[in-house]
């Protein structure tokens, strides 16, 4: 029986859609009038998409109806999934697919915990879905990262129990997620922000099979 789940998270971690998410949501701010830097995108890490617009709209002290609200997050979507028609394999960040294999082979259950409502189309298009046992994304959960929800669903999903299971991230929300669940996180980034994360790595191409291994037996 498989003992350690993997669950990764997407954005950041598997692919870089971030940039393209930048481009809509300051696309949207132009629109309204204000700018949006990519320092301010920082806040968006792992969060919403819902949260993110009312950030950006306090960001840009701009008041909205609930009709204006839901009109902008179905625009911002709209233009993310333009940027995002175009994606191909190139664009898996570095070493990912060789820890997939790595995995795979040796029958590792393996899930996504993602808040975005694109993984599927996403991991579709870079040819990385076969991977995935499970998919759990926006469309699974009510309640965003920094909330455990989206990983507790993709732990159940694959059948292990949440303490057996690693989580790869690269917000802050979604380090603070694992450890909520009691799963083991690995930040993939900068380790002055992941601090909380349980171990740090710039990227994949840190991680050695032997690594994952000891993982698997911790």
């Known amino acids: 029986m498989k003992k350690t789940g ?10 870089d859609t971030a940039k ?22 920082e806040l968006f890490k792992g969060v919403s998409r819902k949260r993110c617009l009312e950030i950006l709209l ?26 995002i028609e175009n994606m191909d394999a190139s664009e898996i960040l570095p070493d990912v697919p060789k820890i997939l294999e790595y995995l795979k082979a040796n029958d590792y259950a393996i899930a996504l915990g993602s808040a975005s409502k694109n993984a599927t189309a996403i991991l579709e298009k870079i040819n990385l879905i076969s991977y995935f046992d499970a998919i759990v994304d ?9 909330d455990p929800e989206v990983f507790l669903i993709a732990a159940k999903s ?23 669940a009691k799963m083991v996180s690995i930040g993939m980034g900068d380790a002055k922000i992941l601090e909380q994360a349980n171990y740090n790595f710039n990227d994949f191409t840190e991680i050695d099979i032997e690594f994952l291994e000891l993982l698997s037996k911790s």
């Open 158 to 180: 694959i059948q292990i129990q949440p303490e057996n299971c690693v989580v790869f991230e690269d917000s802050m929300a979604g380090i603070v997620a694992a450890n909520t």
């Open 58 to 83: 306090g960001i840009g002290g701009i008041q909205a109806s609930q009709d204006q609200f839901d009109q902008w997050m179905i625009e911002k979507n709209i233009d993310y999934l333009n940027y």
């Open 6 to 15: 993997f669950i990764f998270d997407l954005d950041g971690v598997v692919v």
């Open 20 to 41: 393209y998410h930048f481009l809509a949501w300051r696309k949207l701010a132009n629109e309204l009038g204000f700018e949006f830097t990519e320092v301010q995108n």
């Open 138 to 146: 926006g469309n699974n959960v009510t309640k965003a990262k920094p």
